[in-house]
Every structure is written in structure tokens, then in C-alpha cells.
């Protein structure tokens, strides 16, 4: 698995850390993901300014304005849970 850029998931700009070898965790403790030609997908709603890419089995969530930006990454689990909290208002800033 190869290493992605960004910066919040402290995921560094390389190449791969050897054949077959995983490489080390970014210091918030989960794998670096290599999103490089990821399929990023958003919304039919609205402007399309946030998406979101599966790979690895993790979910990579970005800035669509910004496609060189940081990519924040969601286990499976995170990802249920944000989505549910959405579902159910808990970011609703009204």
C-alpha cells in the first residue's frame, strides 16, 4: 500500500515502503491510505463541494474545491457513526 499526501491525516508525500510491507500508521494511529486515483464521489445534491472515495476498505472524505488538499479517513465504524449523527441533526448548526 503506498502513502498519501495530506496534512490532518499525517500522511506523508512518498512511495511505497517496500513490497508487501505495511507501511508505518500515521500518528493519529490508523494506516496511511493511498487515495491517488481513487474514484471520488459526490452528491447529486447541491454543489458537490465535499466527496468521498472507498478504498481499502476505508473512506476518504475531501474538499472537492481543493482536490490536492488533506483527505480525512474514516474506518468503516467512524464513517456509520458520522453518518448517522448527520442523519439525525447532530451537526445542524441552526
Same mark, same amino acid.
Given at each position: 500500500?503506498?502513502?498519501?499526501?495530506?496534512?490532518?491525516?499525517?500522511?506523508?508525500?512518498g512511495?511505497?515502503?517496500?513490497?508487501g510491507?505495511?507501511?508505518?500508521?500515521?500518528?493519529n494511529?490508523?494506516?496511511? *491510505?493511498?487515495?491517488t486515483?481513487?474514484?471520488?464521489?459526490?452528491?447529486?445534491?447541491?454543489?458537490?463541494?465535499?466527496?468521498?472515495?472507498?478504498?481499502?476498505?476505508?473512506?476518504?472524505?475531501?474538499?472537492?474545491?481543493?482536490?490536492?488538499?488533506? *483527505?480525512?479517513? !474514516?474506518?468503516?465504524?467512524?464513517?456509520?457513526?458520522? *453518518?448517522?449523527?448527520?442523519?439525525?441533526?447532530? !451537526?445542524?448548526?441552526?
Amino acid at each position: 500500500m503506498a502513502v498519501n499526501s495530506g496534512t490532518d491525516t499525517g500522511a506523508d508525500v512518498g512511495a511505497t515502503e517496500g513490497v508487501g510491507a505495511e507501511p508505518a500508521p500515521a500518528p493519529n494511529g490508523k494506516p496511511r *491510505v493511498d487515495f491517488t486515483g481513487a474514484e471520488w464521489l459526490c452528491s447529486s445534491q447541491g454543489v458537490g463541494d465535499v466527496q468521498i472515495a472507498f478504498v481499502d476498505g476505508y473512506i476518504g472524505m475531501r474538499d472537492g474545491r481543493q482536490e490536492d488538499g488533506p *483527505v480525512l479517513v !474514516f474506518t468503516p465504524a467512524e464513517w456509520r457513526a458520522f *453518518v448517522l449523527g448527520a442523519r439525525d441533526g447532530e !451537526f445542524d448548526l441552526t
